[in-house]
């Protein structure tokens, strides 16, 4: 199956300050990505959705100014947690998929971040 | 709207003894299915995934699952387990031709006992 990877897989970060992950398609366009988050022994809940070129769509109940999403490119989409707190702290998982709707998305690694 | 219910949360299975696992799942149209698992502090591995044609699908690591469309199910099951199947276990679903995010359930932690 296609190769999603997902950088940095552990950040350890203060209160207050931003955080960058990315997430990047190794052998195949991404023309979308999906970022989820998911806490200790529960389910991945979608925060947003990314297309290519343009501005991420939100989950109801997700921050957009806190939780910074690009596209830049069709293999690189970056997550910025920004101001981060100890709440923000979770796993976060990248998914994408190509131009052919397989029915399939490619998952990333995951991060954990832990906020100081 | 699509959901998902894995309805335990623990299944706890013997080595070497079939296991199921079980998924509901409610979607306008023709669903799109999967399955996942996830180690401790991993990210998502695709296991099979129910698209069209045979019901009975067979995927990675012995498991397969069975499309059941009058009972909105698609449990996973293996015939005989092994420890280092204990990990987090995902049913997903979309429907077919709807946005592509996926809807998750809510886990089952699979234990196998040796």
């Known amino acids: 199956g296609a190769v999603v990877s997902q950088h940095p897989s552990w950040v350890i970060c203060k209160s207050g300050t931003s955080v960058k992950i990315e997430c990047r398609s190794l052998d195949f366009q991404a023309t979308t990505m999906f970022w989820y988050r998911q806490f200790p022994k529960q389910s991945l809940m979608l925060m947003a959705t990314s297309n290519e070129g343009s501005k991420a769509t939100y989950e109801q109940g997700v921050e957009k100014d806190k939780f910074l999403i690009n596209h830049a490119s069709l293999t690189l989409s970056t997550l910025t947690v920004t101001s981060a707190h100890p709440e923000d702290s979770s796993f976060y998982i990248c998914s994408a998929t190509g131009q052919q709707d397989t029915g399939e998305l490619f998952f990333g690694e995951g991060s954990r971040l832990t906020v100081l | ?114």
């Open chain 2, 1 to 114: 709207a699509q959901s998902v219910a894995q309805p335990e949360d623990q299944v706890n299975v013997a080595e070497g003894n079939p296991l199921t696992v079980k998924c509901t799942y409610s979607v306008s149209g023709n669903p799109y299915l999967f399955w996942y698992v996830q180690y401790p502090n991993r990210g998502l591995q695709f296991l099979l995934k129910y698209i069209t044609g045979d019901n009975l699908v067979k995927g990675s690591y012995g498991f397969e699952a069975e499309f059941n469309k009058s009972q909105t199910s698609f449990h996973l099951k293996k015939p005989s387990a092994l420890v280092s199947d204990s990990a987090l276990y995902f049913c997903a679903v979309r429907g077919a031709g709807s946005a592509r995010q996926l809807t998750f359930g809510s886990g089952t932690q699979l234990t196998v006992l040796p």
